[in-house]
Each structure stands twice: as C-alpha cells, then as structure tokens.
C-alpha cells in the first residue's frame, strides 16, 4: 500500500467562506460557463469588475478549478456507462490500482467505506471493451472481486453545487 497522498483530493473548507454572491456567481458559471462577467453580474446583482474579482478570488484559492467542456458520451463512442465496485484486500488503494487512472475509460475513481474498498465510474464502448477493462481489474494484485452496475437511464448528470441546502424537511418528501 503506498502511502503518498497528495495526488487524492481532500474534503476541505476553503479559506474564506463562500457568499451568497459567491455562490450564485459559481451556480451561474457551472450552467454556462462561456458568459461574460456583465452578464452574471447582471444576473446576481453585481458589477462585472465584482464578479471578475471574485471569480479570480475564487480560482486562486482553489475552489474553481477550472471550466470543462460536457462532452456528449454517444458522440464520442462510449454509450455503456457502469460502476464497478472493487473489493481488495486491505485498504485497496495500491500504486497499481491507482493505475487505473491512466485508462481514459474511468470518469472516478473513490476510495469508500461500506462493503467495497474502491469505486469506479467506467464508460466503454460497449460490453466487450467494459469487460476488457475488468479484465486488467481481476490482474491487479489483491483484487478478490468486483461487482459492476450497469446503468440504464440517467435521470440525473450535473456538476457539483454551489448551493447548499439549509433547511431540510421535518418529514420526507410526500408520495405521488
């Protein structure tokens, strides 16, 4: 087990605490991030300087980490999306499962608790390339099994939120 953490991405608050200006400006930015500050400083209540201001603000203190194109899964040849859940002995996290990573097939790769040491989201071509790709799984050393959602329908697919709920509800959502 390699004990090198730097390269794992750590839960951790930034430096000084979003505003709600901010995080509108961050919710704006993730639902397109090609407008102009003017056009989100109109949007949230701001001026364009403000905005370009916080934005660079945010940027350096990480929490912007930069802007991404959303590419369409069946114009680039990989429709069959699955999530692998990988059992290893001990912890999992090896320099060879973090290997993984080189394969332009998975999307994530998460150390977990629960039943599984390690999770991966994996989009192939199709079901012969996925189990192709499980295949170089089953190789790595300490790997005892894996289990492999295949997913259906997505009904849901969005970037992380600046928005955060406050208040939630007494009682959970009602039946239709």
């Known amino acids: ?10 839960n951790r608050l930034p430096k000084k605490p979003l505003d709600a200006f901010d995080r509108k400006i961050l919710g704006k930015l993730v639902g397109n991030a090609r407008q102009t500050y003017a056009e989100i400083g109109s949007e949230v209540g701001l001026s364009a300087p403000a905005v370009h201001e916080r934005v660079k603000r945010m940027t350096a203190s990480g929490i912007i980490k930069g ?11 990989k429709p069959f999306l ?4 990988v059992d290893a002995s001990g912890w999992g996290k090896s320099e060879r499962m973090m290997r993984l990573r080189d394969f332009p097939e998975v999307e994530e790769l998460h150390s977990v608790t629960g039943d599984t040491c390690v999770i991966l989201k994996v989009r192939t071509a199709n079901a012969d390339a996925m189990e192709n790709f499980l295949a170089q799984v089953y190789a790595l050393p300490g790997v005892r099994a894996t289990r492999s959602y295949v997913v259906l329908t997505t009904y849901l697919d969005r ?4 928005e955060v709920t406050e208040e939630w509800p007494d009682v959970p959502m009602p039946k239709e």
């Open 67 to 77: 802007t991404n194109a959303d590419i369409d899964a069946m114009a680039v040849g």
């Open 82 to 85: 699955a999530f692998v859940h």
């Open 159 to 162: 970037p992380v939120q600046a």
């Open 1 to 10: 087990m390699i004990s090198n953490r730097e390269d794992i991405q750590k």
